[in-house]
């Protein structure tokens, strides 16, 4: 609901976030621990009522895009990613 706590981070690094948490089950399950470069936040979902559905806010959606493309632009034009 946030936007503010939106944040790159390693995902080894990221906390409070159910996905990431999932995430880094399946990568550990990998042998991975880090080195995947993750956008998150740490804010509690908000809780919702039995039969409703799992969803975002769509500016919350959006502004973990444009962290994302931000995050990518900045490593192509430090010229850290692999082609």
């Keep these: 609901m946030d936007i503010h706590l939106i ?6 690094k990221t906390f409070g976030c159910p996905l990431a948490k999932i ?3 399946g990568l550990r399950k990998n042998g991975i621990a880090r ?3 993750a956008v998150f936040s740490p804010e509690t979902p908000v809780p ?4 409703q ?3 975002s806010a ?4 959006c502004a973990f895009g444009l962290h994302l493309v931000q995050l990518v632009t900045d490593r192509l034009l430090a010229g850290s990613v692999s082609r």
Excluded: E, K, T
């Design 7 to 12: 944040c790159p981070a390693d995902i080894g």
């Design 23 to 25: 995430v880094r089950a």
């Design 35 to 37: 080195g995947i470069p």
């Design 48 to 51: 919702r009522l039995p039969g």
């Design 53 to 55: 559905p799992v969803g």
């Design 58 to 61: 769509s500016c919350v959606v």
